[in-house]
């Protein structure tokens, strides 16, 4: 299995802030890599994929960036809306799996 | 727009069997990877398995031979049952649709559905 990385496991950041979340693969995937945004209740919803290519409808402060093994998801301006769990997740092996998540909290 | 609906038994008990349906409305089950996804009370996301529209599958290792996922084309649904569940599958269970074509392979998913909760319990 590859096994994906998330750092940090939270962050607090104030509205405004420009905030960044890695997440690094045990081993490379390429660009095979989508980010998704969950808020509590809530089923997750894709952000990124293929590591920066943004979904439609996605604000632009989002962006991903990245290959091989190690790779970011920068939210700039943080907006409330943004306060939320997020979650990388690797497709290059026929077997997918999620990093552990990083939770946006407000400062 | 598709839409996902999960339902089913929101209690198990220890050794039966999970079985949960996915309604999908607004679109074919056909040319789509279907997959089905977990996520214990306060913790991440696992990732259970999928079928693809031609009867291709693939399961989690980690769920062993304990997982079926199939199609029913005629009702629109997907359907996932998981044998000789513990409490350790106790989760919210999330059906979602798999893209494909930049791999041959399942890639991200989108849409999701809601997530029915599943509780392992005597």
């Known amino acids: 299995d590859i096994q994906m990385t998330q750092s940090p496991s939270t962050l607090s950041a104030s509205v405004g802030d420009t905030v960044t979340i890695t997440c690094r693969a045990s081993q490379t995937i390429s660009t095979w890599l989508a980010w998704y945004q969950q808020k509590p209740g809530k089923a997750p919803k894709v952000l990124i994929y293929k590591a920066s290519s943004l979904e439609s409808g996605v604000p632009s402060r989002f962006s991903g960036s990245g290959s091989g093994t190690e790779f970011t998801l920068t939210i700039s301006s943080l907006q409330p809306d943004d306060f939320a769990t997020y979650y990388c997740?690797?497709?290059?092996?026929?077997?997918?799996?999620f990093g552990g998540g990083t939770k946006v909290e407000i400062k | 727009q598709v839409q996902l609906q999960e339902s089913g038994p929101g209690l198990v008990k220890p050794s039966e069997t999970l079985s949960l349906t996915c309604s999908v409305s607004g679109g074919s089950i056909n040319g789509y990877y279907w997959s089905w996804i977990r996520q214990p009370p306060g913790k991440g996301l696992e990732w259970i398995g999928y079928m693809y529209h031609s009867g291709t599958t693939n399961n989690n290792p980690s769920l062993k031979s304990r997982v079926t996922i199939s199609l029913d084309k005629s009702k629109n649904q997907v359907s996932l049952k998981l044998r000789s569940v513990t409490a350790a599958d106790t989760a919210v269970y999330y059906c979602a649709r798999g893209h494909w074509g930049m791999t041959p392979r399942c890639e991200w998913f989108d849409p999701w559905g809601q997530g029915t909760l599943v509780t392992v319990s005597s």
């Open positions: 997740q690797q497709y290059n092996s026929p077997f997918t799996t």
